[in-house]
């Protein structure tokens, strides 16, 4: 077992662990600890507790002491340089016209260091910057690129809920959020409504999507079938909040829907896709039913057509037949009139009889 002390340097920021060195500390307690970065100044919210050696990272780092007065004023002293920087270091991206927005200054409490953090959309060369500022305040300079959600961390704001925001409240880190979360909760998918300031996903997605996972296992899906109280009947919506669903029964007229509770809703299984299979078979069917009648009509309208009967002005030419004499032929309505072909010797021949 080992000792250790949760120490905070941010109102908002992670807890980390450090050695007490067998000092007695109590929480809310302002030491000053030995960093990676040099001596910070930081507050303890977890006291003297003893935890097995492998929950920590070792080596830890050591307390140095608990703060005093003058290291409080040294405190607000570097806030104020820190504030200084951050205008002066504004002044020259806007000079050297660098795409770079200046997001907030830190200082290290001994001033062996000052951290600029910026955001930007891609890559920025800033050395010419840090020269500048290294011969302004005379002193290490580190420039962070930073993203948008740390940004509204630094920052702070309200949310649409109307609360402060929850990164800067009590989440200590970051988790990934995604748009299934969004659709598991039956949220409107509309960006505008599901983003919070800084332009990404609202991190309370992540946070409420455990609650809504649990609930999901008692609550059937949308268009799921389900056996209730009053008989089977497929589930139109739901709520998961409310425990609630809302189901058309098989034998209920059209559009009524009834109102069961979850738990009293057992999901048939496989029911769902029998009627899918029923419904493509009878569609299937209707179609079948309307090929074989239009090919009925179709073979109808050919025999209606070979029965009917010779038209009437075929009349004359059989009579004209039977008498012995020639068919008389026809005229044309609106043409030329054709030319009979000639006879022997080249003279025309003539209807007229011969002398």
Known sequence: MTTIIGVRFKSNGKK??????????????????ETARGLEYGE???????????????????????ATDLDRKVVRRNKKRADEAFFICKRKIEDRGLEMNLVAVECTFDMNKMLFYFTADGRVDFRDLVKDLAGVFRTRIELRQIGVRDEAKMIGGLGTCGRELCCCSYLESFHPVSINMAKDQNLSLNPTKISGVCGRLMCCLKYEHEAYAELQKVTPKQGSVVDTPDGRGKVITTQMLRGTCKVQLDDSPEYTLTEFACADCCVVKGACRNRQNQAAMAEERRKRNEQAAAAERAAKRTTDDAAAPAPQDAAPAEDDAAEGGAPRRRRRRGGRRRHKP????GAPMSDAPQA
Do not use: H, M, W
């Not at 980390?16 to 600890?33: H, N």
């Not at 303890?44 to 608990?66: A, D, I, M």
């Not at 000639?342 to 010797?345: K, R």
């Open 342 to 345: 000639a006879g022997e010797g």
């Open 44 to 66: 303890c919210v977890q006291g003297n507790t003893e935890v097995p050696e492998e929950s920590v990272v070792q080596p830890l780092k050591r307390l140095v002491r608990v």
């Open 16 to 33: 980390y662990f450090f050695d007490p060195q067998q000092t007695e500390v109590a929480a809310g307690t302002d030491v000053i600890v």
